[in-house]
């Protein structure tokens, strides 16, 4: 069965994020075994000169290096991803690169009705990084708008439009892994120059 892990882009105890994952992990149980990973309580990135990254930076880089392609859910700051998510990225990305060349999508949810758009381009961005180098699902934006109220008491989702259009996604999600795992020709110079690559030796 295919693996992939699933991660809460904040940490916020009562995120409605963690909610769509959960119920992802539910939905989805017969096609996947989804993961849930938690960055909450992650030390605040400070670039050490010892190269050290955290017990569970690499914890979590494991998991994603074992798995099939990554999930990752974001709220919405400010128009963009959490401080605690690009935290996350960074560790992920500091002597360790779990994401090069590894399958994600994109999901968020938000209390208001754009559903985090803006964090989730801002996030795309992000994992098109020279550290970062992950293979972002195309054109497949979910967008869970006043997500306070779209769960019932069992943690479903109440519109069915909702759960159409991401089983839809999801489904989609499931070829574009599929058709990443044929596109590894290269997938060991990018890795190296994930490895390689400094900003501070630009010129």
């Known amino acids: 069965m295919t693996k992939f892990i699933a991660i809460v882009g904040t940490n916020s105890d009562q995120s409605t994020n963690?909610?769509?994952?959960?119920?992802?992990?539910?939905?989805?149980?017969?096609?996947?075994?989804?993961?849930?990973?938690?960055?909450?309580?992650?030390?605040?990135f400070n670039k050490p000169e010892d190269k050290h990254v955290p017990a569970e930076a690499l914890a979590l880089a494991?998991?994603?290096?074992?798995?099939?392609?990554?999930?990752?859910?974001?709220?919405?700051?400010?128009?963009?991803?959490?401080?605690?998510?690009?935290?996350?990225?960074?560790?992920?990305?500091?002597?360790?690169?779990?994401f090069v060349d590894k399958p994600v999508m994109i999901t968020g949810t938000s209390y208001g009705t754009l559903g985090s758009s803006r964090a989730q381009a801002h996030l795309r961005i992000i994992l098109d990084s020279p550290e970062l180098r992950a293979r972002i699902m195309p054109s497949s934006e979910f967008l869970l708008g006043h997500s306070l109220q779209a769960f019932d008491e069992d943690g479903d989702l109440t519109d069915t439009e909702k759960v159409d259009k991401l089983d839809g996604l999801f489904a989609d999600f499931e070829t574009f892994v599929d058709l990443t795992k044929q596109l590894n020709n290269a997938s060991g110079i990018n890795k190296q120059e994930a490895t390689d690559f400094s900003w501070d030796n630009l010129g």
């Open 62 to 98: 494991d998991k994603i290096d074992q798995a099939d392609g990554v999930i990752i859910s974001t709220p919405e700051y400010d128009h963009s991803v959490p401080a605690s998510l690009m935290n996350a990225l960074e560790w992920l990305s500091y002597g360790i690169h779990p």
């Open 18 to 44: 963690r909610k769509l994952l959960q119920f992802m992990q539910q939905h989805f149980a017969d096609k996947a075994d989804i993961e849930l990973a938690e960055i909450k309580g992650w030390p605040i």
